[in-house]
């Protein structure tokens, strides 16, 4: 699956570069909201905050009602590991979404794939027991991967230099050792879960200039 994603965002790039200079660009900014879910909360009762991301985006227009669009985002991700145990995590991302749709005028519907890669900057694990809110923040990144990717399916619709977009998103990296989690271990040994990563669906806006 490494290799798939690898071959994807080395094709969608070469793309990129090949189509820069007849392609129609449109610089934007874009925002959203996210709701994550780790690979070792799926029987979690408690549903997470949601996460946030914001950042910059360029798209392309392509002949046949294409569009490549790649972007830089902070991305701020929340999830529960356990019912009174949690993770969040600051990434910097970057998904570079292959988009159809025809233009119909007045708006635009499409459909898109989006592989991604992300890195790391924050780390922290929180809890809450009897009412006492307790955050740790990992600094030392030992067993741990700061390395993402993952890949990104949704749809939307363009309405003038407005965009909303919803994609689900399937996290492929595994972003700790278990046996590095001391904190944590006893509730993946329970779980019989080998490692976690994030995924979930995100909402976002983009507005294009």
């Known amino acids: 699956m490494r290799r798939i994603l690898c071959v994807a965002i080395v094709s969608l790039a070469t793309v990129f570069c090949s189509t820069e200079l007849f392609a129609q660009v449109r610089w934007g900014i874009t925002g959203g909201l996210g709701w994550s879910q780790s690979k070792v909360s799926e029987i979690v009762e408690e549903k997470a905050p949601a996460g946030w991301n914001a950042g910059l985006t360029v798209s392309f227009d392509l002949p046949l009602g294409f569009s490549l669009q790649p972007t830089l985002r902070y991305h701020h991700k929340d999830a529960l590991l356990t019912n009174n145990v949690g993770q969040k995590m600051d990434f ?3 998904p570079l979404a292959l988009q159809w749709g025809p233009d119909l005028l007045i708006f635009r519907p499409f459909v898109e794939a989006a592989p991604y890669v ?4 924050s780390n922290k694990t929180y809890s809450s027991v009897g ?3 307790v955050t740790y923040e990992d600094k030392s990144w030992k067993d741990k991967q700061r390395f993402g990717y993952g890949l990104g399916l949704g749809g939307g619709i363009e309405v003038w230099r407005f965009q909303i977009s919803a994609r689900y998103n399937w996290d492929f990296g595994t972003f700790y050792d278990v046996a590095g989690w001391n904190d944590i271990k006893d509730h993946f040994d329970e779980l019989n879960a080998e490692s976690s990563s994030f995924g979930g669906v995100t909402l976002n806006l983009s507005f294009f200039f």
Do not use: Q
Not at 118 to 121: E, T, V
């Open 92 to 94: 910097v991302e970057f």
């Open 118 to 121: 992300s890195y790391a900057l």
């Open 131 to 133: 009412g006492l809110d």
